[in-house]
């Protein structure tokens, strides 16, 4: 078991590249959800989706797309990177519905340096 | 979600158990209290969670009040390597909204 699996671990980008964070979850979770953490500061949630074909807006969703086409995968998009996009990116999932009170489950983070 | 609130930093002498408070005083009936840590930079690791009864796991404990406003989590014996940011979350389902979280420090 995989567990949560976001790639690549570490990336450099110029500001205007365009580019894709991947997750991927091998435990058939609905939910699925994307955080970012800056230097000295807790997780803040951009995107999260409650299953394939739905997703939705956390707290700072500004600079970022995310679409649901598979349980298992939930891609997170830069389009035109920003250095305030600079941060560790991290990708949680988890259950919904009647077992949602389950704990959900990290990645290892990537690390995004935008120049 | 309900807000929580945690002390920013905490120390600890290894050995010793480590107790460590969250207030959640607007959390609502369904909301579960959820505790997870992060070590450097690692992704977050879940360490237990309740919605009103004390719980006990191989790596924690975690006591809530009667009137569900405030919970402790407790490492029996804190040695080096539960020095991490601890945080405290409480959910009713989705979304997890971190706080800043409790710094730790396990020091010999």
């Known amino acids: 078991n995989a567990g949560v699996t976001q790639t690549p671990k570490f990336q450099v980008l110029k500001t205007g590249q365009s580019m894709t964070l991947q997750c991927a979850q091998d435990?058939?979770?609905?939910?699925m959800s994307w955080y970012r953490q800056d230097p000295g500061m807790g997780l803040r949630l951009i995107h999260y989706?409650?299953?394939?074909?739905?997703?939705d807006q956390g707290e700072v969703p500004n600079g970022y797309n995310v679409s649901r086409s598979t349980t298992e995968d939930f891609p997170l998009r830069l389009l035109s990177a920003a250095p305030s996009q600079t941060s560790v990116y991290f990708c949680?999932?988890?259950?919904?519905?009647?077992?949602?009170?389950?704990?959900?489950?990290f990645g290892d983070g990537t690390r995004l340096s935008i120049l | 979600d309900a807000k929580t609130t945690q002390p920013p930093s905490m120390d600890c002498a290894e050995g010793r158990a480590a107790n460590l408070p969250c207030n959640h005083s607007t959390i609502s009936g369904n909301e579960y209290v959820y505790w997870y840590r992060q070590i450097h930079s690692q992704g977050p690791q879940y360490i237990i969670h309740g919605l009103k009864n004390n719980e006990t796991n191989e790596m924690a404990s975690l006591i809530i009040t009667e009137d569900r406003k405030s919970s402790t989590l407790i490492l029996p014996h804190a040695t080096l390597r539960d020095t991490a940011v601890y945080y405290c979350?409480?959910?009713?389902?989705?979304?997890?909204?971190f706080g800043q979280g409790t710094e730790l420090s396990v020091k010999p």
């Open positions: 979350i409480s959910r009713g389902g989705g979304k997890l909204i």
């Open positions: 949680a999932s988890g259950y919904t519905g009647g077992v949602s009170n389950q704990p959900q489950h």
């Open positions: 435990m058939n979770h609905e939910y």
């Open positions: 989706s409650v299953g394939a074909g739905i997703t």
